[in-house]
Antibody, heavy 113, light 107 residues
Framework: EVHLVESGGALVQPGGSLRLSCAAS????????MMWVRQAPGKGLEWVASIRQDGRETYYVDSVKGRFTISRDNVKNSLYLQMNTLRAEDTAVYYCARVFDPWGQGTLVTVSS | DIQMTQSPSSLSASVGDRVTITCRAS??????LGWYQQKPEKAPKRLIY???TLQSGVPSRFSGSGSGTEFTLTISSLQPEDVATYYC?????????FGQGTKVDIK
């Protein structure tokens, strides 16, 4: 069974950094594009970033360009999202997903002083 | 960026009713669209891909149609377990964009 489990969400101060991880199981990670999607409290879904199978092609939503980095380790079956210079508006549940299904259960990132 | 305009934002219908949700793209996206269901406090689950293909395991009362700029998700006979928020997602070009969501509940 395909399974994705995110971790690393936390309360962080504005301007801080955080690294999210997503552990994949039940499929061969290096066969698939992967993505991160977020959902602010009480709001809709927002695509954040995508990464190609070999990690050499990445895409980001404008609001995170230059601050967030998506990466992967196919040997460890893991996907990552390095988030720097965090802002209050980055507060959200972050989901990792195998493009385009299934999704993990999400991890909460709260940016607040 | 491609804007996805989803309507209505919410609806209330009776069990057994036919329910239709629409997404309009600001430019043509061929059939590169999926529909997702999100129940409270849960991760979204894909129902439909490539605009009209039913995801394995999804009940046949769900269907999708459309191509280009106009797309529809139909629930042929609304069931209590269908109470959720529904989203469309275009993946024709980056940045990928979701519709604003449609909250469906039972009258």
């Amino acid at each position: 069974e395909v399974h994705l489990v995110e971790s690393g969400g936390a309360l962080v101060q504005p301007g801080g950094s955080l690294r999210l991880s997503c552990a994949a199981s039940g499929f061969t990670l290096n066969n698939y594009w992967m993505m991160w999607v977020r959902q602010a409290p009480g709001k809709g879904l927002e695509w954040v970033a995508s990464i190609r199978q070999d990690g050499r092609e990445t895409y980001y939503v404008d609001s995170v360009k230059g601050r967030f980095t998506i990466s992967r380790d196919n040997v460890k079956n893991s996907l990552y999202l390095q988030m720097n210079t965090l802002r209050a508006e980055d507060t959200a549940v972050y989901y990792c997903a195998r493009v385009f299904d299934p999704w993990g259960q999400g991890t909460l990132v709260t940016v607040s002083s | 960026d491609i804007q996805m305009t989803q309507s209505p934002s919410s609806l209330s219908a009776s069990v057994g009713d036919r329910v239709t949700i629409t997404c309009r793209a600001s430019q043509g996206i061929r059939n590169e669209l999926g529909w997702y269901q999100q129940k409270p406090e849960k991760a979204p689950k894909r129902l439909i891909y490539t605009a009209s293909t039913l995801q394995s395991g999804v009940p046949s009362r769900f269907s999708g149609s459309g191509s280009g700029t106009e797309f529809t998700l139909t629930i042929s006979s609304l069931q209590p377990e269908d109470v959720a928020t529904y989203y469309c997602l275009q993946h024709n070009s980056y940045p990928y964009t979701f519709g604003q969501g449609t909250k469906v509940d039972i009258k």
